[in-house]
């Protein structure tokens, strides 16, 4: 089977833009999960989604956002971006995320200027 | 909510030696515990995953311990080699209850395997 896949895999914006991310789940997987990778913070969980719909949150504020789309493949997007969302964004995928096991894509590398 | 320390941060060993790293977990409903190994410019790659019910569980040179009493778990390496260089991560969630896919993670251990 293909493993997650995510585009774009490399990103620049400008403070005050906004920037779309998506990741495509492993086939027959319905959970997607979101996170924020950064030197200083680790790995933080954004949101998860299953069955488009969105079933739990992290403590990020508004900005962050996400949708799920019905052949699982998900999106999430940052608004009104600031230097300090600048991280590797990794999406995880999970049959149903009741067992917990997730599979991690290569990640979207963004940087804010 | 579930807090996950690991230690150490860094760890540097000889090709062959055994390497271990530790983890605590804060909250006792937690049952799911796995593993993951980040390369460069790529995403965690998960190794080994361990639940509540059982103690010990190895795969090859990998195996994973867990003792829920002490709320605690650790990584066993052995016969390290320089492929297995790399950031190491645990994690800690409730599977089955309402964390809906939310993995806590620890802050990486960095592995250097010197020939």
């Known amino acids: 089977k293909a493993g997650v896949t995510q585009t774009p895999r490399y990103l620049i914006k400008t403070r005050g833009q906004q920037v779309t991310l998506s990741c495509s789940p492993i086939?027959?997987?319905?959970?997607v999960s979101w996170y924020q990778q950064t030197p200083g913070q680790g790995l933080q969980f954004l949101f998860e989604?299953?069955?488009?719909?969105?079933?739990n949150k992290g403590n990020f504020p508004g900005r962050f956002s996400g949708r799920q789309f019905s052949n699982s493949r998900s999106e999430m997007n940052v608004s009104t971006l600031e230097l300090g969302d600048s991280a590797l964004y990794l999406c995880?995928?999970?049959?149903?995320?009741?067992?917990?096991?997730?599979?991690f894509g290569p990640g979207t590398r963004l940087t804010v200027l | 909510g579930e807090n996950v320390e690991q230690h150490p941060s860094t760890l540097s060993v000889q090709e062959g030696d055994s390497a271990v790293i530790k983890c605590t977990y804060s909250?006792?409903?937690?049952?799911?515990f796995p593993w993951y190994k980040q390369e460069l410019g790529k995403g965690p790659q998960l190794i080994i995953d361990i639940r509540s019910n059982v103690g010990e569980k190895k795969d090859q040179r990998i195996a994973v311990t867990l003792n829920k009493t002490a709320k605690h778990f650790s990584l066993h390496i052995t016969e390290t080699q320089p492929e297995d260089s790399a950031v190491y991560f645990c994690?800690?969630?409730?599977?089955?209850?309402?964390?809906?896919?939310?993995?806590?993670f620890g802050q990486g251990t960095i592995l250097t395997v010197h020939p």
């Open positions: 909250d006792s409903a937690s049952n799911y």
């Open positions: 994690a800690a969630t409730y599977a089955g209850g309402t964390s809906y896919g939310k993995l806590t």
């Open positions: 995880a995928s999970s049959l149903n995320s009741y067992m917990g096991t997730q599979y």
């Open positions: 989604y299953f069955s488009e719909t969105q079933r």
């Open positions: 086939s027959g997987h319905r959970s």
